[in-house]
T-cell receptor, first 116, second 113 residues
Framework: NAGVTQTPKFQVLKTGQSMTLQCAQD?????MSWYRQDPGMGLRLIHY???????DQGEVPNGYNVSRSTTEDFPLRLLSAAPSQTSVYFC???????????????FGEGSRLTVL | AQSVTQPDIHITVSEGASLELRCNYS??????LFWYVQSPGQGLQLLLK??????LVQGIKGFEAEFKRSQSSFNLRKPSVHWSDAAEYFC???????????FGTGTRLKVLA
């Protein structure tokens, strides 16, 4: 059972370059999300999705785009990377319910991004 | 604004000693509460969760947590720590009626042999 799979695990970019972090889950979860983890700041929500074709912004969405064309995949795009986007990125998924988050989040192993 | 506070950035305990990690939250409605553990280089794994009912919840690896509404707290405890418990621990709140979770800044646990 693969769970949540993120690629790549490590990436180095130059300022202004673009890239996509991939996230796939095989648990048929409707809810998927992206977090960034920075020292002393915990995890901050970037974007999330509650189903195919439905996305919304989290706490720190600027500089990132997402789309959700299938239940399984939720890629995160950096259009023009900046040094401030140096971080560890986590994808997480969960089942959803009408009243909001009711299940645990299942996390990928993370993608460490460095922007020079 | 909603927030989660973990006042201890680092905690060091001896193997076999008891452990309590503190978590306080600020949220107007009844929260969904979680504790996650992160080993170095890994993603987060759920230790336990509280949604409703008994305010003392049991989790994996011998951990438990108690929800105290009057103190807006959800402290994590373990009676006897093992060296393998060394990791970073995150408290999180799920905001009812939304699809958002708020995480604390984490507590890094070091275990002395």
């Amino acid at each position: 059972n693969a769970g949540v799979t993120q690629t790549p695990k490590f990436q180095v970019l130059k300022t202004g370059q673009s890239m996509t972090l991939q996230c796939a889950q095989d648990m048929n979860h409707e809810y998927m999300s992206w977090y960034r983890q920075d020292p002393g700041m915990g995890l901050r929500l970037i974007h999330y999705s509650v189903g195919a074709g439905i996305t919304d912004q989290g706490e720190v969405p600027n500089g990132y785009n997402v789309s959700r064309s299938t239940t399984e995949d939720f890629p995160l795009r950096l259009l023009s990377a900046a040094p401030s986007q140096t971080s560890v990125y986590f994808c997480a998924s969960s089942r959803t319910a009408i009243q909001g988050p009711t299940g645990e989040l299942f996390f990928g192993e993370g993608s460490r991004l460095t922007v020079l | 604004a909603q927030s989660v506070t973990q006042p201890d950035i680092h905690i060091t305990v001896s193997e076999g000693a008891s452990l309590e990690l503190r978590c306080n939250y600020s949220y107007g409605a009844t929260p969904y509460l979680f504790w996650y553990v992160q080993s170095p280089g890994q993603g987060l794994q759920l230790l336990l969760k509280y949604f409703s009912g008994d305010t003392l919840v049991q989790g994996i690896k011998g951990f438990e947590a108690e929800f105290k509404r009057s103190q807006s707290s959800f402290n994590l405890r373990k009676p006897s720590v093992h060296w393998s418990d060394a990791a970073e621990y995150f408290c999180a709140v799920g905001l009812s009626g939304t699809y958002k979770y708020i995480f604390g800044t984490g507590t890094r646990l070091k275990v002395l042999a």
